[in-house]
């Protein structure tokens, strides 16, 4: 099990486990008056915990090596010092165990550990045997609860990066559908008057190359932040509100005449809400363009009262279809560019003919 862990974090908990580990053994040792009878004894008791606290370095490369050499030096201290309990302190290795192996291996562990414990009863009766199977038992149960709760974490840390990469890979549908249809209609203006009109060929191949040369940067960025892991932002600022101008222009160069309409300052507005409604408005006329041939759209941005209000309305002749898995990202996607902001989103032809967007994005909830 993989996830994103604080790498840097992990050996400065395990050194401080270990030393802790070896000055509780330590300190009953040399405080103990049930300790080694003499100083050689006493010496080899100090090197066994040492070993013992020292698995606690690398169990996590080798768990199943580290708790068999901590079980063989705990072996020694019971002997040297039955006081420490059962064989030293190897329960903060079996947490350890279950905490980095499903149960399938530290039970395992836990059956061997366990199954000389009964040997308390001639040693040190029944309460040092309870002492016993309780502290192995409740180290194994801490660290399995730790596993299932890293899994979980795992877990949603995954479903968390496949969400976001979901919603790049909406942007990459909405720059890359957007430029591709400048490119076309640019490409048939360009063969339809390139004998009679070669200034006019010569524009809209200037046109192509604009568009080519800005879906090229926007995919770059885009691919560049789908493959990354660590969450860096891609390289180049997103569009925004300022740049619904330019998108206008550009949805003007190929032939659909567009009115923008603006109400209040939204420039300050938090970049998530600018750039989804950037996209919105993208899409909303990139689906004129494409699907409803269009003879002019009407573009109403409004920012009142802390809500950010788009409506995108024009005079297409071919019905839209309902949306579903069929029909892409389109309105799928603008409609869940608005949930994600707590705001509500309606597409559909209207009565009188036409097709309205109408999107309704709450600021507040976006800070």
Partial sequence: MRCASRSWFLPLLDGSLAAASFGVCLLALLASDAGPASAGATAVAVGLAAVQASCLLWIRRHPGYALTVAALAGVGLEAFCPQLGWLGLVAVPMAYVA?????????????????????????????????????????????????????????????????????????????????VSVIAVQAAAAEDVFDEQPAQARAALGAIDTAARSALTELRAMLHALVADDGSDPDGPQPGLAQLDALVDAVRAVGLPVRLRRDGDGDALPGGVQLSAYR?????????????????????????????????????????????????????????????????????????????????LPVEAAR
């Fill in 99 to 179: 905490r980095l192996r499903p149960p399938r291996f530290s039970l395992v562990a836990l059956g061997l550990l366990l199954a000389p414990t009964p040997w308390k009863l001639v040693t040190g009766g029944w309460r040092d045997f309870l002492l016993a199977v309780t502290a192995l038992g409740l180290s194994w149960t801490l660290g399995e609860l730790q596993r299932v709760q890293a899994r979980r974490r795992c877990e949603w840390e995954r479903h968390v990066r496949a969400t976001e990469r979901e919603r790049m890979a909406r942007e990459l549908h909405d720059v890359v559908a957007h430029h």
């Fill in 280 to 360: 919105i408005v993208q899409e909303s006329l990139t689906n004129a363009l494409r699907h409803g041939h269009a003879t002019h759209a009407d573009v109403d941005v409004r920012y009142r009262d802390g809500v950010l209000r788009l409506e995108v309305v024009n005079d297409s002749t071919v019905p839209a279809r309902r949306a579903g898995p069929a029909d892409g990202h389109g309105i799928v996607g603008m409609r869940e560019r608005a949930r994600l902001l707590g705001g509500t989103l309606d597409a559909g032809p209207l009565p009188a003919g036409g097709f309205r967007v109408h999107a309704r």
